[in-house]
């Protein structure tokens, strides 16, 4: 079946544009997670919806950084005014509620110049 | 602070031979452990996943859990050149519901042929 999808699969954008990143998750997953994994570093947990909510936040590195997932299924991670230090490729997963197995997408490398 | 620490690396090991690779975590809450594969500019891929205390066997690949010790391993059976990758320890304290992984930083694994 149809793994998760991340669109674009590269975004190169100027220093404080506006960036938007989708993913669709595996059809019938109710939870979905997004990650940012820079240069050298480990990956690095953001937020997680559960069905359309967001219960904790406060992984999102600034206010720069947005969430939302409507319908209980696409979810989009924008972040406003970027930086340089947003380059990095975001990683989307998705799994079945109270199954942790974790299924990743391709990701989104985004360069901020 | 959760943090999971790996050995970066390179593990370099003959074909055909065991590949260990472990992983240490600091929050005893943690609940649920995984392995991820991931290829040089790829996303992860779920090799292992572990619960319980004990070993797990897949194939090749046998997860092993010691919560007193607060480690896990992975061992990899009769290495490949397929297996040079990097293997990302993850963790999550989930206790029934979704949650977002805490990563090590990967060890780079070398399969020589």
């Known amino acids: 079946g149809a793994g998760v999808s991340q669109s674009p699969s590269n975004k190169v954008t100027e220093k404080g544009k506006d960036v938007e990143l989708r993913c669709d998750p595996i059809?019938?997953?109710?939870?979905l997670y997004w990650y940012r994994q820079s240069l050298g570093q480990g990956l690095e947990f953001l937020i997680y919806?559960?069905?359309?909510?967001?219960?904790?936040k406060s992984g999102l590195p600034s206010d720069r950084f947005s969430a939302e997932r409507t319908g209980g299924s696409v979810s989009t991670l924008t972040i406003q005014r970027t930086q340089q230090e947003d380059s990095a490729v975001y990683l989307c997963?998705?799994?079945?509620?109270?199954?942790?197995?974790?299924?990743f997408g391709p990701g989104t490398r985004l360069t901020v110049t | 602070q959760k943090e999971v620490e790996q050995n970066s690396g390179p593990l370099s090991v003959p074909e055909g031979a065991i590949a260990s690779l472990n992983c240490t975590y600091s929050?005893?809450?943690?609940?649920?452990f995984f392995w991820y594969r991931q290829y040089s500019g790829k996303s992860p891929e779920l090799i292992m996943f572990?619960?319980?205390?004990g070993d797990k066997e897949d194939g090749r690949f046998t997860a092993q859990l010691n919560k007193a010790s607060q480690y896990v391993s992975l061992l990899i059976r009769d290495s490949q050149p397929s297996d040079s990758a990097t293997y990302l320890c993850?963790?999550?304290?989930?206790?029934?519901?979704?949650?977002?992984?805490?990563f090590g930083k990967g060890t780079h694994l070398i399969i020589q042929p």
């Open positions: 997963a998705s799994t079945f509620s109270l199954d942790y197995e974790q299924y």
């Open positions: 059809s019938g997953h109710t939870a």
């Open positions: 919806f559960q069905g359309n909510s967001a219960p904790d």
């Open positions: 929050d005893r809450g943690s609940q649920s």
């Open positions: 572990i619960y319980s205390n």
């Open positions: 993850a963790v999550t304290n989930s206790g029934g519901g979704a949650d977002g992984l805490t």
